[in-house]
């Protein structure tokens, strides 16, 4: 049938017909009422089945039940300009083994576009259903469909624009290749994209390809089976924009050989639902996680987790995630300090910095600048948690008092001690000394030790430092006074926030 440039103000109707070794054209073709197709059986194994470059349909097209085998790398059925009301193409079969089966570049609906219950099979790198730069301004459901493409991607969407909301709940989608399964780079999406219970497979290459999507809605991820493999992930989100929230509850993800999720620069505005057993099933367990799962967050942003504890979240960021970066660290903990858990997002900063000094540690100088930022970790935890850094300086004053206390137990020569009674002035030098009590010698080994203050007892007792032995006690109390100045240099930078590492 050649009719193309028909004009038909009224419908056209095909339903029923058999059209076998020749095709259907209707180029540029302009129909005032509907298209009805359904039931049909169009097969062509020279070149495409059905042609409708340009075609303009004011009403509704219907190729429900339709049967379009065609061949070439032109597709079965062509679409591409076309423009319509509702398109329903339910429980068809499309098939093309040496080219895309629906080719629809640059197609606007008006209405909905419903590929329920469909089988589409096509060949080639320019994907199985093509919808590249397509329009539309209702839903577009993919409810239960099949679509599969062994040499390329099964579902070719860039910059595909729907007004309504994407639904693939329950669909098989497989493809092969580089370019991806499923192709939504730059698309916008202005309802909710719902992959629920979808199984998108991709053996050599990202099952879910998506740079620059928008959402205004939420993504659902949940329930779904997506396997993918290659470096580039599983999962391509890269530089995607979420109004609504990203729900990957019952996720299954897989990837032998690259990343799970690709979230780089990606943004959720209303939350995010992303259990962490999604790609780590031991998150929940402390310590070094050996499971191979990976993910890349750096610069991924959201506002809040939803049913997601953040500790399981702590544990995907410092354990699989590529490399160290220090925003996804700084991300969760402002979501933590903004719901009022300060104490967690301490925790969240001193795990930023025990991960930099474990991942990266050239980035913080030679062995001796290594050795001091692990020192500042375990006394103070970076500045975030002073508890530890009050303890060693207790124990440092304690150290200082001992150390006062033995020197008044060793003795130096007949009648003398390390620490002894201070002679008075004026008193001849063969007066005999008297051992010092033991509040004057503590009181000796703190005044000896204090970087500032004094207890006045060294008038009354000091060290002896003209014998060897009084040197190596005050040498040791010398290197346990430089401790506690540099112990409450720390507590006083960490009390008063002076000192935060945050690279």
Not at 74 to 92: F, I, T
Not at 222 to 236: I, K, L, M
């Amino acid at each position: 049938m050649h009719a193309a440039g028909l004009r038909v103000d009224g419908d056209l109707l095909l339903r029923g017909v058999t059209v076998r070794g020749g095709a259907i054209h209707l180029l540029r073709a302009c129909i005032s009422g509907a298209l009805a197709c359904e039931k049909a059986e169009i097969v062509n194994d020279t070149g495409p089945a059905l042609t409708a470059d340009g075609l303009r349909v004011d009403g509704d097209v219907f190729l429900r039940g339709v049967t379009v085998r065609g061949s070439g790398k032109d597709g079965a059925v062509r679409l591409p300009g076309a423009r319509s009301g509702q398109l329903a193409c339910e429980k068809a079969e499309i098939v093309n083994d040496t080219g895309p089966a629906l080719e629809a570049e640059g197609l606007r609906v008006d209405g909905g576009l419903f590929l329920r219950g469909v089988t589409v099979r096509g060949s080639g790198e320019n994907g199985a259903v093509r919808l590249l730069d397509a329009h539309i301004s209702g839903t577009l459901e993919y409810g239960k469909a099949e679509i599969v493409n062994d040499t390329g991607p099964a579902l070719y969407a860039d910059r595909l624009r729907v007004d309504g909301d994407v639904f693939l709940s329950g669909a098989t989608v497989r493809g092969s290749g580089e370019n991806g399964a499923v192709r939504l780079p730059g698309a916008h999406i202005s309802g909710a994209l719902a992959c629920g219970k979808a199984e998108i497979v991709n053996d050599t290459g990202p099952a879910l390809t998506a740079d620059g999507l928008r959402v205004d809605r939420t993504l659902f991820l949940s329930g779904a089976t997506v396997c993918g493999s290659g470096e580039d992930g599983a999962v391509r989100l890269p530089g995607a924009h979420i109004s609504g929230q990203l729900a990957c509850v019952g996720l299954r993800v897989s990837n032998p050989s690259g990343l799970l999720l690709n979230l780089l620069k990606a943004r959720v505005d209303d939350g995010m639902i992303l259990p962490a057993s999604v790609v780590c099933p031991d998150a929940g367990r402390g310590g070094r996680c050996t499971h191979p799962g990976r993910v890349d967050l750096d610069d991924f942003a959201f506002t809040a987790l939803r049913r997601v504890d953040w500790r399981q979240w702590l544990h995907l960021v410092a354990h699989h995630t590529t490399s160290y970066r220090p925003q996804p660290y700084q991300q969760l903990a402002a979501i933590e300090r903004a719901a009022g858990h300060d104490g967690n997002a301490r925790q969240v900063l001193i795990a930023q910095q025990d991960d930099l000094r474990r991942r990266t540690p050239a980035a913080l100088g030679g062995r001796w600048a290594r050795a001091v930022h692990g020192l500042w970790g375990r006394l103070a935890g970076y500045g975030y948690r002073t508890r530890t850094l009050a303890l060693a300086l207790l124990l440092a004053l304690a150290a200082a008092g001992a150390a006062g206390y033995i020197a008044g137990q060793v003795p130096t020569r007949p009648g003398h001690h390390a620490a002894e009674r201070v002679t008075p002035p004026g008193s001849p030098t063969t007066t005999a000394t008297t051992q010092c009590s033991t509040i004057e010698l503590i009181g000796l080994g703190l005044d000896r030790g204090l970087p500032l203050g004094a207890t006045g007892l060294r008038a009354k007792c000091d060290l002896d430092t003209a014998t060897r032995r009084g040197q190596t006690i005050t040498f040791a109390i010398w290197i346990i006074q430089a401790m506690l100045w540099g112990l409450i240099t720390l507590a006083v930078a960490g009390y008063t926030n002076l000192i935060r590492k945050t690279p």
